[in-house]
């Protein structure tokens, strides 16, 4: 032994994960070897890596192993691996404190969600799955020398508040956890894990694909009394995306897919590949079924691993795929690339850039045999991806067509369904040109806007956009198979444009656009702070007015999401228009006839502006004044 015994206090939050691991967050507790497992194939790579690196390492790496030992007499498992070690600093940011990885802001989302989900994010971090290790035992002890150095650490707590630290001489390269295990109770979910038939269950339903041998001795019994003892591994080692797809069972890619994403659920779809050629590689990949809740968090993790001949390179390769489909998992081992590449060199790989335009065309090639094959399991999987994966089209020019493909929207078809943009062309009338749609913050707002009212009552159908992205893709994706996206709330949308050569319609259009010239002027000038222009309208039938965009004006919503992530954006006056066989429209008309300089119709004309702007959904400039108005003609109606 070396030094004296330091003892030490666990950071606060990491007290509170302690709690939260040992009573909340794992339900089933033989997770605990699964998590010491990863955490030793971790260091494993980890050397490897290092070694190929720093050429003065001098680390043995002949033969990378993990070890399981029993002690029955001692009541002890220990976890042993021969590789990267830790210093003794490392211990400390490691296992006594929690705010490296960023845990102490997921756990206070924890307590205050208390959501399984949220939980299960968690798992994976170094230090919360060497925590599992409490929940097994009543004491942990940790003896570890960090390769490249001759000092070793003892490390020991009882989970309890506090640990010690201990300078530790003649310690091989590596790290060993020593459990000193509790009692089996079967009340309380603990098994008898110096079992070894548990421990090999364990060990196969977690750790089969480690690729490194998990090697326990082992006694084994003749028929004639006679016990021999020897040394076995435990786990097949082969990688799963190495496998033939025929050889792989669903259960197995179940399993690796819960062991890579800490995700519960069974995935949506699996994408199994391998490239040959010029640039070989293998990928397993997963689309799950339910969306992370940190989806769209800036510091969320892409998820795909990258390998390079097995030596695990870096765990969120953000080169391999783009920021819209981050939330797929999964593995890419290539045979050809630099161990030692960098994130910056990946950037800039014409292979990295290969490899990732194939395999976003496979990701979306699975998402559309999903769409195609089960409509019902689609609806599903983008109710909970589709917002993300429109963030694509503002992205990915080179995927337009197969993420258009892919859309899936609410429409007035159907008041349940949504409605692919193929089935929506497919229905659409004679003559009509355009995809018609209309953006706002809920169905129910889009549902009961004025600017429907004529398209309804025609049997045009509209497409109903409620994702705040919806408001920018569409302006941006020039068209669906040679039909251009339309706002049914911008520029002319005349449904009733009479046919060339009809006299009498023309002839009547121009008799109402005469009749209400003058109205139309006046509350141009009336409402000239608030509106650009006052025009009649045909695309209403039982509202009196509604507020419209030019053809390329930003809209209300837009507007909202800019200011609300603190951009000022000047604001937009748009163009009033008018129902003219409303009744409200008609009287006013004959008011205005009757005295044009009767300062009741300033007011008025402030109403009909004011209600058309809460119609759509909007905010009314000064909702004090619009009330006392509105009250006041209440009053005098009555």
């Known amino acids: 032994m070396g030094s004296s015994v330091e003892t030490l206090e666990f950071q606060a939050e990491t007290r509170q994960l302690l709690r939260l691991v040992i009573h909340s967050i794992y339900s089933n507790k033989d997770i605990f070897l699964r998590e010491l497992i990863s955490n030793a194939s971790d260091a494993l790579d980890k050397l490897r890596l290092e070694s190929l690196t720093d050429s003065d390492l001098a680390a043995d790496t002949s033969d990378p192993h993990i070890t399981l030992d029993v002690d029955q007499d001692a009541r002890t498992l220990t976890v042993h691996d021969n590789g990267i070690g830790m210093s003794r600093d490392e211990i400390v940011e490691l296992i006594g404190t929690i ?166 659920q069974p995935p949506a779809k699996t994408v199994h590949m391998r490239a040959e050629g010029t640039f070989e590689y293998e990928a397993l990949l ?157 169905r129910a707002t889009v549902e009961n806007s004025p600017h429907l009212e004529a398209f309804r009552a025609k049997g045009y159908e509209v497409l109903i956009l409620t994702d705040p992205v919806d408001e920018v893709w ?26 060339d050569g009809n006299e009498e319609a023309n002839a009547e259009k121009s008799r109402r656009e005469q009749d209400f010239a003058a109205l139309l002027a006046w509350l141009t000038t009336a409402l000239a702070e608030q509106v650009k222009q006052v025009r009649l309208s045909s695309r209403l039938t039982t509202s009196a007015a509604c507020l419209v965009g030019d053809a390329h004006d930003m809209t209300p919503t837009l507007e909202k999401m800019y200011r609300a992530m603190g951009q000022q954006v000047p604001p937009v006056k748009r163009t009033l228009e008018l129902n003219p066989a409303h009744p409200l429209v008609v009287a006013l008309r004959t008011a205005h006839e009757a005295d044009a300089g009767d300062p009741a119709l300033a007011e008025i004309a402030e109403l009909v502006h004011g209600s058309a702007l809460l119609a759509e959904g909007g905010e009314l400039p000064d909702p004090a004044r619009f009330t006392r108005l509105l009250t006041d003609r209440l009053t005098r109606a009555l």
């Open 99 to 264: 705010a490296k990885s960023g845990t102490a802001g997921l756990l206070e989302k924890l307590k205050d969600a208390q959501d399984a989900a949220a939980a299960q994010s968690l798992i994976g971090q170094f230090g919360v799955g060497f925590y599992s290790a409490f929940m097994v035992a009543d004491k942990v002890t940790l003896r570890t020398r960090r390769a490249g150095t001759d000092a070793g650490t003892q490390w020991e707590s009882d989970g309890e508040g506090t640990y010690e630290l201990q300078a530790v001489d003649g310690l091989p390269v590596g790290t060993s956890v020593t459990l000193h295990i509790k009692p089996a109770d079967s009340e309380d979910g603990l098994a008898d894990y110096l079992s070894e038939r548990k421990i090999r269950q364990i060990v196969k339903q977690y750790s089969d694909f480690i690729r490194w041998p998990i090697r326990m001795t082992t006694e084994r019994t003749d028929s004639e009394g006679a016990t021999t003892t020897g040394t076995e591994t435990l786990n097949s080692m082969k990688a799963l995306w190495a496998r033939p797809r025929t050889e792989v069972t669903e259960e197995e890619y179940t399993e690796f897919y819960r062991q890579i994403s800490h995700d519960w």
């Open 286 to 442: 997963f689309v799950p079924s339910q969306a992370p809740f940190d989806l769209f968090s800036r510091d969320a993790k892409r998820g795909v691993q990258l390998y390079v001949k097995r030596v695990f390179i870096m765990d969120d390769c953000e080169a391999l795929m783009p920021n819209y489909l981050r939330f797929v998992k999964g593995v890419v081992d290539t045979h050809d690339l630099s161990l030692n590449i960098s994130r910056e060199i990946l950037q800039h790989d014409r292979q990295i850039r290969a490899v990732r335009r194939r395999l976003v065309k496979k990701v979306l090639g699975a998402l559309k045999e999903v769409r195609t094959g089960d409509a019902e399991a689609y609806a599903k999987l983008w109710s909970q991806f589709g917002s993300v994966l429109k963030e694509g089209l503002l992205e990915d020019t080179d995927n337009t067509e197969a993420l258009l493909g892919l859309v899936s929207a609410a429409s007035t078809h159907d008041p349940e369904r949504t409605t692919t943009l193929a089935d929506y062309v497919e229905r659409m009338k004679d003559g009509q040109e355009a995809i018609y749609y209309l953006t706002g913050e809920t």
């Open 474 to 499: 569409v302006e941006q994706v020039p068209a669906f198979d040679g039909h251009r996206f339309q706002s049914i709330a911008k520029g002319q949308v005349d449904l009733d444009e009479p046919a």
